[in-house]
């Protein structure tokens, strides 16, 4: 029974608080009743945590759409998440594309140029998923993981320890206003000291005006007290904001090195296609076009020129010269050359061989001569010497 009696008196004191924060909210947002504002600093401190959160989440968000742009598989990976359980391993789009081409390769036949492409861009594709896929991983540790813990963490415990100063300040001010009021009320009947009536009414308010300058301190230590545990709470941004430049470099690291490996891999497979004759026929006509050599495989000092793709050809000239020229020449290859078939032959950047033309071949190769080894020779792979 008496346990009964304190959760019903506790009840009734915590509604008796909670109606009073009402009406001195109520009021202080009717103009009828005076707020007691916070001090310079520490409002710029809740509106730097604020604005903190609020990019935060944003910055986290947007990330996420950048790692995994499907929404479907967001919502999947949250749910996982918060069942604190694994995500089971999907494939994604770069690999599901290279093993689309991988397999058709193997149809067309890995003997066809075209099947023989298609397997190494499906193999390049399926090296850029797995880049793709160490991304997400790193950057959802690296940088996910802590701008997540601020906003499910230390935002929250901001926010509650906020929140709580607000109640504490709303005590306050409504202590404030009874002790105007007694104050009052105890002037108006010192005032009417006619009768004796008056006189038992002076005490009460005296008692009244006693009772409210003591709980007036209360409310008063009480505030203070949360103001400097909400500040101090509030002055750890500044922590926050470091950390995340930490975590921010370390992303920004994560994408440089998952660039890296993409330009490199789509190297690799420029140069392995630079292997294939390429002969395809254009929409307007048939003709044979000889591998166009990469940027990276210039070397210094050739006659070469750069065009505003960024491909680097032999000059005019150049051909001009490799393909009126009578009998045989010497020339110098210019970059590394894999023959795609047994009626070519494979090359090796700066080595030296003799090149001569046939007629009725295509005006983009020449025979090339190397010892006893003879065949085809893409024309934009050579230099003519003198």
């Not at 020449?329 to 090359?347: F, G, P, T």
């Not at 080595?351 to 295509?362: P, Q, Y």
Request: hydrophobic share 35%; with cysteine.
């Amino acid at each position: 029974m008496n346990i009964m009696d304190f959760n019903v008196k506790k009840l009734a004191a915590d509604a008796g608080t909670f109606l009073s924060r009402a009406v001195q909210f109520t009021e202080e947002k009717l103009g009828q009743a005076e707020k007691t504002e916070l001090d310079a600093h520490l409002e710029n401190l809740l509106s730097k945590a604020e604005c903190t959160k609020i990019w935060t989440e944003k910055i986290l968000k947007q990330t996420e759409v950048l790692l995994q742009p499907n929404p479907n598989a967001r919502i999947e990976e949250f749910v996982y998440e918060k069942l604190d359980r694994k995500a089971p391993s999907r494939i994604n789009n770069p690999e599901l594309l290279g093993q689309y081409m991988i397999d058709a390769g193997t149809e067309f036949g890995p003997g066809t140029a075209y099947g023989n492409a298609l397997i190494k861009c499906g193999e390049t594709q399926k090296r850029i998923g797995t880049a793709d896929r160490e991304l997400i991983q790193t950057s959802a540790l690296n940088f996910l993981t802590p701008l997540r813990n601020f906003i499910e963490g230390d935002y929250k415990t901001i926010a509650k320890e906020r929140k709580l100063l607000q109640n504490k300040r709303l005590d306050l001010d409504a202590a404030k206003t009874r002790l105007k009021k007694a104050k009052a009320a105890e002037t108006r009947a010192s005032q009417l000291n006619s009768a004796r009536l008056e006189g038992d009414n002076i005490m009460i308010w005296a008692e009244e005006v006693t009772k409210s300058e003591q709980e007036l301190r209360i409310t008063q230590s009480e505030f203070d007290r949360q103001a400097e545990i909400t500040r101090l709470l509030l002055e750890g941004i500044s922590s926050t904001h470091a950390h995340h430049l930490r975590c921010l470099n370390d992303f920004v690291e994560a994408q440089m090195t998952y660039y890296a490996q993409c330009y490199q891999y789509m190297l690799d497979l420029q140069k392995q296609l630079g292997s294939f004759p390429s002969n395809y026929h254009c929409n307007n006509n048939q003709t044979s076009v000889a591998p166009i050599p990469s940027a990276s495989s210039n070397v210094a000092g050739s006659p070469a020129l750069t065009s505003t793709s960024g491909l680097v050809m032999t000059s005019p000239a150049n051909l001009i010269d490799l393909k009126e020229c009578s009998g045989s020449r010497k020339a110098r290859v210019l970059y590394d050359y894999d023959a795609a078939n047994s009626s070519e032959l494979s090359l090796l950047a700066d080595e030296v061989i003799t090149v001569f033309s046939v007629v009725g071949m295509d005006s983009d190769w020449l025979m090339g001569e190397r010892g006893n080894q003879k065949g085809r020779v893409p024309i934009t792979y050579l230099e003519l010497l003198n």
